[in-house]
């Protein structure tokens, strides 16, 4: 597994149907969620290729042959054959990967080059089509498979830090934590809105007590009046 890599350029050497079918078997063996075996693969040799690079080139809206399955002597199509239970589709298609990743790997253990590829044209109705997919199902891509070659590049040094990818759960008092942050801007909006009122009120009875003494003024200024008359 440490020193697996996908290698993009192979020779025309291929395993050959048989000992596919033996290492298909093996990689069937994946977690399978009430063991829909949700999954198909579809071997690609020769023209089948060729009817391929077609249908690629129709989903890209060119003419002629797309070259690009060429580049292996054999292909295999995953195909996720989504069943219609009420197990989600997201776990059919993750059995489906499952089975794919196996099968690469247990292809690069038996010696043989191999690399996952996709592309924007996968899931295209040209592409589907040729492959003669039924409703509910699903192309994950295709595994390019052929010989290595002699002076294909040394692995590289690539490592996984198994630490980076590996956490706990968070502590149930970082949620509390939120709770509480929650409440404390709630508060603080409450209060802030009760101020602004009692500051409003303040004004409010401020302007009434100008008014009264206004009015009582004129009053006194009134009587007085009267008086010298
Ligand atoms: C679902 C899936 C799709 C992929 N599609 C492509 C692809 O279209 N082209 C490509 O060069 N590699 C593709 N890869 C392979 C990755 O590029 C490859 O795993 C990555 O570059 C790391 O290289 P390594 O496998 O040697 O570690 C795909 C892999 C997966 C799992």
């Given at each position: 597994m440490r020193s697996r890599r996908s290698l993009s350029q192979v020779t025309d050497e291929a395993p050959t149907h048989k000992e596919l079918v033996e290492l298909i078997s093996a990689a069937g063996r994946v977690a399978d969620h009430k063991e829909l075996k949700p999954w198909r693969l579809i071997e690609l040799r020769g023209d089948d290729r060729l009817v391929l690079g077609k249908a690629i080139a129709r989903a890209q809206g060119e003419d002629g042959v797309n070259t690009?399955?060429?580049?292996?002597?054999l292909l295999i199509a995953v195909v996720?054959?989504?069943?219609?239970?009420?197990?989600?589709a997201w776990e059919q298609e993750a059995t489906a990967a499952g089975v794919a990743h196996a099968l690469s790997l247990l292809l690069d253990e038996a010696g043989w080059g191999v690399i996952w590829r996709t592309g924007?044209?996968?899931?295209a109705k040209a592409v589907s089509k040729a492959h003669g997919l039924k409703k509910g199902e699903l192309l994950l891509g295709w595994l390019y498979v052929g010989g290595r070659p002699d002076?294909?590049?040394?692995?590289?040094g690539k490592t996984i830090d198994g630490e980076r990818y590996l956490s706990a759960m968070p502590s149930e008092d970082a949620g509390d934590e939120d709770a509480k942050d929650a409440k404390d801007a709630k508060q603080a909006r409450e209060s802030e809105k009760a101020q602004k009122k009692a500051r409003k009120a303040a004004k409010k009875a401020r302007k009434a007590e100008k008014d009264a003494e206004k009015k009582a003024r004129k009053a006194e200024k009134k009587a007085r009046k009267a008086e010298k008359a």
């Open positions: 690009k399955p060429l580049r292996a002597p996720a054959t989504i069943k219609s239970t009420s197990l989600p924007d044209y996968t899931r002076r294909s590049r040394p692995v590289r």
